[in-house]
């Protein structure tokens, strides 16, 4: 296919050449809604404005893969115009959330070059960064194309294959934002009788987030929310606690958020 002899061919690329990809690419809300419409996603934190606020969002992120093919837009014009294929992509991470308004920028470094055994194209792998104007980075991956040549005849570049991993390490991996983690451990210090504990549920076949409060007078349990599968306690305050997470009612999942008060002196 011809494109017009525009964008860089293989022997334009070096390796630790950092490509600074023209832009920068402003978010809109229209952006999220259209994707959203079109995708048809179920992800709560993108998907439901309540529990987005509840986890301490300002409003719900883009998702993820939105921010993913925006930041790949941006670097297509310095890449692959002469592209004949993607190969594959590796040790991809977000890194933080992006909302409507949020302005992108991109750059990608050259870490590898391969000459084909045909002479005619090469194989180009970058390492691609996205981030808000900020400063704030929101995305990183790695990705390989198949280049093609301007001048077959030119010299092949000394061969470079870097060594990428199978999976990302789930020790680099950034959890969503929110403030549970600390709020639950705080609470169960001051509450020992809250027991609040992620169980296996062998029916639904998935874990489900159960609250329960002893009464140590009666030696009894009293559950306080119904069963929830991927839930939260988003925050507790005095006696008062507030969780999210996915009901299940009639073979669907529904996206909601509980505020239980404990009585005085239950405990």
């Known amino acids: 296919m011809d ?6 061919f293989f022997e334009d690329f070096e390796v630790g050449r950092v490509l600074r990809h023209a832009g920068p690419r402003t978010v809109t809300a229209a952006d999220a809604a259209l994707y959203l419409a079109l995708t048809g996603s179920r992800f709560a934190l993108q998907a439901a404005e309540p529990l987005a606020r509840a986890w301490g969002l300002p409003a719900p992120p883009l998702d993820d893969l939105l921010v ?4 790949f837009g941006l670097s297509v014009p310095d890449l692959s115009v002469n592209a004949i294929a993607n190969l594959g992509y590796a040790d991809g991470r977000f890194l933080a959330p992006v909302f409507p308004g949020d302005t992108l920028v991109a750059r990608s470094t050259v870490i590898g070059l391969k000459q ?4 005619k194209s090469g194989i180009v792998w970058v390492r ?8 704030t980075a929101v995305l990183d991956y790695v990705r390989w194309v198949l280049v093609n040549k301007r001048d077959p005849a ?10 990428l991993p199978a999976v990302v390490a789930p020790d680099r ?3 969503p934002p929110g403030p549970a983690p600390r709020l639950r451990h705080a609470y169960e210090r001051r509450l020992e009788a809250l027991r609040v504990a992620e169980e296996r549920d062998h029916e639904l076949g998935r874990p489900v987030l159960r609250a ?3 009464d140590t007078q009666r030696g009894t349990e009293a559950d306080l929310l119904p069963d929830l599968s991927d839930a939260r306690l988003l925050w507790a305050e005095n006696n008062r606690l507030r969780f999210a997470g996915f009901e299940r009612v009639d073979n669907a999942n529904y996206a909601q958020t509980w505020e239980v008060e404990v009585a005085e002196g239950v405990a």
Request: aromatic share 6%; with cysteine.
């Open 3 to 8: 494109k017009g002899g525009k964008g860089r």
């Open 68 to 71: 993913f093919h925006l930041v």
């Open 116 to 119: 084909t055994s045909s002479g």
């Open 128 to 135: 691609t960064e996205g981030f808000k104007t900020c400063g």
């Open 154 to 163: 030119s010299p092949a570049p000394e061969p470079v294959v870097p060594e």
């Open 173 to 175: 991996l950034v959890a």
């Open 212 to 214: 329960r409060l002893l």
